[in-house]
């Protein structure tokens, strides 16, 4: 069997396989649409090159890691239902080793790429997280992926979402099989440039931090269009893993959200260690940053399938399996497409890729011999030219013939001169009009705009319009709408401008209403908006907008000498004023608790909010008269006061030992501390 073999297309393989059309092929299998004769399914059968079917590495590692595949059990893996060997000719004439895998109808995430360019960030974190769950499962199961990219990943119909695609991983473990068939991990860098770990470049080493890098650069290729290196030659993108950090992506696409450029940072970082420990951990981490941008998951349009006539030696998927790459197939070696197979033990000079790559299975077959005449007779440089009238002539006869053949065309042709008929679209969702486009050999162009009569997601019109013939391939604009704008997530103290920006980018008009005072809003800012954020309005409605004066003026500050404390902090509250204790007056003699002056003062305008109040701390003088020194002390004391003793000795007077008179007299306020002078009796 040939590479382009088409010749097994009937076969019965094991007499319960049977093989019905080729769907794609390249340099190490090819893949068919097929029957289980025995339980009566479709099925994917991948069918593998001769020269590993005999080679025995080869055999018991793709035995093996088909059980290992087989083992997986998940909606976002596609199934390996059997394995075999077919030996048409007898056990003695070599056989072909195939895998039974699950059939899905639709194309890849190469296919959808393809057709689209970058895509919507919900979109591509719709897509990057069934993959991530299917990565997570294998990583559980103790399986690695090992060549995580977008050929692998398969959008077939199906998907929970209404029109959605459902996303499924394929080939898992089937590069290290191949790894198996006449080479070494330690001596050869096996898979696809464009999205090898910089570990797997350099030692070989394929762990599910392996697996979670690829899955890193895939998702930045869906958010920019193209994976982050590019160089002259395979090594030298290879090589950029080991010694470049991956750039953001924003830096491609300016825009993206700076939690989405961190989570892909995150997971592609050069030391494995500094990345998520697996594709369970880094699944985690993007549906946080899906919740933090409240994106909600959305509809994966399911792509068209490649032709497979024609496919070149890099293995491409189409309804069915992606098959492992050709090793020996000429590849562009900027291209992110082939699963590779390279030497590691490369000069230094290839960092600067200045190296072509060799690859490992090299069957180039040597150039034709130059062709000669018979006998080794030379042809003659030049024959004898016809007479010039002659030439004019045959010019004109050739014109006529051409123009009377393209007129029988034309008039025989269906479509005339058009080639196609652009389908009516108007009414359909987004996966529905690709479909019939492509089905019209016409290809898609996805732009959406607001509308107030048509839902979200619905087709509004296309450009050239339904009807209309064109030529094929022809681009055809697809207007999708986004049903009617909303009042955008304007926040309270918004700037104004920014506020006006997003209100214009939802065809909507901002108007300034008026202003209106504010103690909490800055002046300037966003006060109210009317309608409410996430109101649905028609297109051109105005949004008004009302900004703040900021804080209104403050009046003169009240007289609130004489009252108690707590009634003058009402007050001055009242009064938009923040008061607080400013501490007791030491030369009042009010009565206790009551205010005494503020700061500033009653009356005063033009003054912060802070007002100082202080308060009375007077003690009323009790009466010690004819009471012991030493007992009048002990009072006075416990009072607030101090005694202060006085008679003609300076001491109790005589024997009597008796306070006679005091000053203050009993009855007066004096400032707490005060001294109360105390006489006697004197001698």
Do not use: C
């Not at 570990?199 to 394929?206: D, K, L, N, R």
């Not at 450009?463 to 049903?483: H, I, Q, R, W, Y």
């Not at 800055?522 to 409605?541: R, Y």
């Not at 002390?633 to 109790?652: M, P, S, V, Y």
């Amino acid at each position: 069997m040939t590479r382009t073999d088409t010749s097994l297309v009937g076969t019965l393989l094991e007499r319960r396989y049977r093989v019905d059309r080729l769907l794609a092929r390249g340099g190490m299998s090819s893949v068919y649409r097929g029957v289980d004769t025995r339980l009566d399914r479709q099925v994917a059968i991948k069918i593998m090159d001769p020269r590993f079917a005999d080679d025995r590495s080869f055999v018991e590692r793709f035995e093996r890691e088909a059980r290992s595949a087989a083992q997986l059990h998940h909606p976002h893996v596609v199934a390996v239902h059997d394995q075999g060997h077919d030996y048409p000719n007898g056990p003695d004439e070599g056989s072909r080793a195939f895998l039974v895998m699950e059939l899905v109808d639709g194309g890849t995430l190469r296919d959808l790429l393809n057709e689209q360019g970058p895509l919507d960030v919900a979109l591509a974190l719709s897509i990057a997280e069934p993959v991530l769950s299917a990565l997570a499962a294998a990583h559980t199961a103790g399986l690695v992926h090992r060549d995580v990219k977008p050929e692998n990943v398969l959008i077939g119909r199906g998907g929970a979402l209404g029109g959605s695609g459902v996303v499924k991983v394929a080939d898992f473990g089937l590069v290290r099989a191949v790894a198996s068939a006449g080479t070494t991990s330690s001596s050869v860098i096996l898979g696809t440039v464009a999205y090898l770990s910089p570990e797997q470049v350099a030692s070989g080493i394929t762990e599910a931090r392996g697996d979670v890098y690829s899955a890193g650069i895939l998702l930045y290729e869906m958010l920019t269009g193209h994976p982050p290196y590019t160089g002259d030659t395979a090594i030298s993108v290879a090589y950029r893993h080991v010694n470049d950090d991956v750039p953001r992506p924003s830096d491609i696409r300016p825009g993206l959200p700076p939690a989405l450029d961190e989570l892909i940072l995150r997971a592609t970082r050069r030391d494995p260690e500094a990345r998520p420990a697996n594709a369970g951990v880094f699944l985690q981490e993007l549906q946080a940053v899906r919740g933090v941008l409240g994106l909600p998951p959305v509809a994966v349009p399911v792509p068209p399938p490649p032709d497979a006539d024609g496919v070149s030696d890099v293995e491409r998927t189409t309804p069915g399996i992606p098959a492992v790459p050709a090793a020996d197939a000429t590849l562009p070696v900027t291209g992110p497409q082939g699963t590779r197979a390279m030497g590691r033990a490369v000069p230094a000079s290839a960092m600067q890729a200045t190296q072509a790559i060799q690859p490992v299975h090299a069957h180039q077959p040597p150039p034709p011999p130059p062709i000669t005449p018979p006998g080794g007779a030379r042809q003659p440089e030049e024959k004898r030219k016809p007479p010039k009238k002659t030439i004019i002539l045959a010019i004109v006869a050739v014109l006529l013939l051409g123009g009377l053949i393209g007129a029988g065309a034309w008039i025989l042709s269906d479509d005339g001169p058009s080639g196609a008929t652009v389908p009516q679209l108007t009414g359909m969702n987004q996966a529905d009009a690709g479909n019939a486009l492509r089905q019209a050999k016409l290809t898609p162009k996805y732009v959406k705009e607001f509308s107030n009569t048509v839902p979200a997601n619905t087709i509004v019109r296309s450009d050239p319009a339904g009807g209309t013939k064109v030529p094929f391939n022809t681009e055809v604009t697809v207007l999708l709408s986004k049903g009617k704008p909303v009042v955008p997530n304007i926040s309270i103290g918004q700037n104004v401008e920014g506020a006006e920006a997003a209100i214009t980018e939802q065809q909507l008009k901002p108007a300034r209403v008026g202003e209106d005072f504010s103690t909490d809003v800055p002046k300037g800012a966003v006060l109210k908006v009317d309608p409410q954020p996430g109101t649905s309005v028609d297109i051109g409605s105005e949004v008004k907008l009302t900004l703040s004066k900021g804080p209104p003026p403050l009046p003169p500050v009240p007289d609130v000498v004489g009252k108690q404390k707590d009634e003058a902090f009402k007050i001055l509250k009242a009064a938009g004023f923040e008061p607080f204790d400013a501490g007791q007056d030491p030369n009042s003699t009010a009565k206790p608790g009551t205010v005494t002056r503020t700061d500033p003062a009653a009356g005063a305008t033009n003054v912060g909010k802070r007002v100082g109040v202080f308060s009375a701390n007077s003690v009323e003088v009790p009466d010690v008269r004819f009471k012991q020194f030493e007992e009048a002390r002990q009072i006075l004391e416990a009072a607030g006061l101090k005694a202060d003793i006085k008679d003609g000795n300076g001491h109790g007077g005589g024997g009597f030992n008796l306070v006679f008179t005091q000053d203050p007299e009993p009855g007066t306020r004096v400032p707490a501390g005060t001294k109360v002078k105390l006489k006697g009796f004197g001698r």
